[in-house]
């Protein structure tokens, strides 16, 4: 069954620290990895997306990583800050178009002052 | 601006009644599709359709229809809304057929049945 997993499910930081955000997979064909940030009463917005041969793609203070051997993906947040309080979500995509495409529950980050 | 509109934000209805939530893109994209979010289950896919006059089911398209006679617009019908169809619904557009495209989303829709 196509799954994916994130990990932790929540997470508190203070503002200015660094975190870690996990994903895996198990999900096949694959054909990329997209990271997307959930505002609060908003809409998903695009971060990052990978294909299998890519390794690490970054967008300003946000960094993912993915290991397609191992199914893991990580985002990494640098420097956080207030406004990154937000859930985010790992999908996976089967097929290049993107029209099959399974979803993470997400992790729900809260950065505190 | 670049982006999805879905109208009305907020809706609150009782069991039975029709209703329709209004999805519509400026970007030109080929492709849309509905979503339903709900704690702890994450976004699940309703319906999406990759062009005018071609529509499929998603995940969890029971109790709900779908058109696209327009490329720009995508509504979301329930004919006789349940309560088990509250939820916070989403539409989305991309490029199809294109690598890489990233779904672009509504602002969402928070729908109450009562």
């Known amino acids: 069954k196509n799954q994916v997993e994130q990990s932790p499910q929540s997470l508190i930081i203070l503002e200015g620290k660094n975190c870690t955000l996990q994903?895996?997979?198990?999900?096949?064909?694959?054909?990329?990895l997209r990271w997307y940030k959930q505002d609060t009463g908003r809409g998903p917005v695009s971060l990052t997306i990978?294909?299998?041969?890519?390794n690490t793609k970054s967008n300003g203070r946000y960094t993912a990583t993915l290991d397609a051997d191992t199914k893991q993906s990580s985002l990494h947040i640098t420097a956080s800050q207030l406004s990154d309080s937000a859930s985010y979500i790992c999908?996976?995509?089967?097929?290049?178009?993107?029209?099959?495409?399974?979803f993470g529950k997400g992790t729900t980050l809260s950065v505190s002052s | 601006e670049a982006q999805v509109t879905q109208n009305p934000r907020y809706l609150i209805t009782v069991t039975g009644k029709k209703l329709t939530v209004t999805c519509s893109q400026n970007m030109n994209h080929e492709y849309m599709s509905w979503y339903r979010q709900d704690p702890g289950l994450g976004l699940r896919q309703i319906y999406y359709?990759?062009?005018?006059?071609?529509?499929d089911k998603g995940d969890v398209p029971e109790g709900y229809k779908v058109s696209r006679k327009e490329k720009r617009n995508f509504p979301l019908i329930l004919e006789s809304p349940s309560p088990n169809q509250t939820s916070l619904y989403f539409c989305a557009s991309s490029l199809w057929g294109r690598d890489n495209s990233p779904l672009h989303f509504g602002n969402g829709t928070r729908l109450t049945v009562t």
């Open positions: 994903c895996n997979y198990t999900v096949s064909p694959f054909s990329n």
């Open positions: 359709s990759m062009n005018v006059e071609v529509t």
């Open positions: 999908v996976v995509s089967v097929n290049q178009a993107g029209t099959a495409l399974i």
């Open positions: 990978m294909t299998f041969s890519e």
